[in-house]
């Protein structure tokens, strides 16, 4: 079972270099998410698409824009990457709302910017 | 607005000892509550949830009670054994549903023989 991929796993960039992260999943769900990850402040979310053709930011959008490529893919963009952008990247995706299903995270993308 | 309060770790435990992890929330009305846990090199997986007041969700032989009066959902396992160490998430999603979870800091939890 694929569940939900993410490339590249590993990525180090220079400060205003531009990357694509790149999520599929093949559960047939509607909706998808992007977290960051960093020491002290669990998840927080970038970006959400509740279904095909939405996308809506979430806490922390500011220096990434996303793509929801069709139900099956949701991308992630950096244009002018910063050091402050280094974490890890987690996509997940949910059939539901949250509340009465469950999100299930791809395994992550550890990110470095310099 | 809606926020999650963890309890510091790590947490270092022998195996078999009792675990808690107290997690306590700050929402309006009536949030859905989970636990998420994360396995070294992993994504996160649901462990458990509660979606009303006085739910017990329970998964794993860990279990957790939707407490409102206490706006707390701690999670509790009576033997803890070297395969769950992980980090543990709490989390929730707000009343009326919708897709954003909000989560905790995370507890590490450590489990030695």
């Known amino acids: 079972n694929a569940g939900v991929t993410q490339t590249p796993k590993f990525q180090v960039l220079k400060t205003g270099q531009s990357m694509t992260l790149q999520c599929a999943q093949d559960?047939?769900?509607?909706?998808m998410y992007w977290y960051r990850q960093d020491p002290g402040m669990g998840l927080r979310l970038i970006y959400y698409s509740a279904s095909e053709g939405t996308t809506d930011k979430g806490e922390v959008p500011n220096g990434y824009n996303v793509s929801r490529l069709n139900k099956r893919e949701f991308s992630l963009r950096l244009e002018s990457a910063a050091p402050s952008q280094t974490s890890v990247y987690f996509c997940?995706?949910?059939?539901?709302?949250?509340?009465?299903?469950?999100?299930?995270f791809g395994e992550g993308s550890r990110l470095t910017v310099l | 607005g809606d926020s999650v309060t963890q309890m510091e770790g790590p947490v270092t435990l022998s195996e078999e000892a009792f675990l808690t992890i107290n997690c306590t929330y700050t929402?309006?009305?009536?949030?859905?509550l989970f636990w998420y846990v994360q396995y070294p090199g992993e994504g996160l997986q649901l462990l458990l949830k509660a979606t009303k007041a006085d739910d017990k969700g329970s998964n794993k032989g860990f279990e957790a009670t939707y407490r409102k009066e206490t706006t707390s959902f701690h999670l509790e396992k009576g033997s803890v054994q070297v395969s769950d160490s992980a980090v543990y998430f709490c989390?929730?999603?707000?009343?009326?549903?919708?897709?954003?979870?909000?989560f905790g800091t995370g507890t590490q939890l450590k489990v030695e023989l």
């Open positions: 997940a995706s949910s059939e539901l709302a949250v509340n009465t299903g469950e999100l299930f």
């Open positions: 559960m047939n769900h509607n909706s």
């Open positions: 929402a309006t009305g009536y949030p859905s």
């Open positions: 989390a929730l999603s707000p009343t009326g549903g919708g897709n954003k979870l909000t």
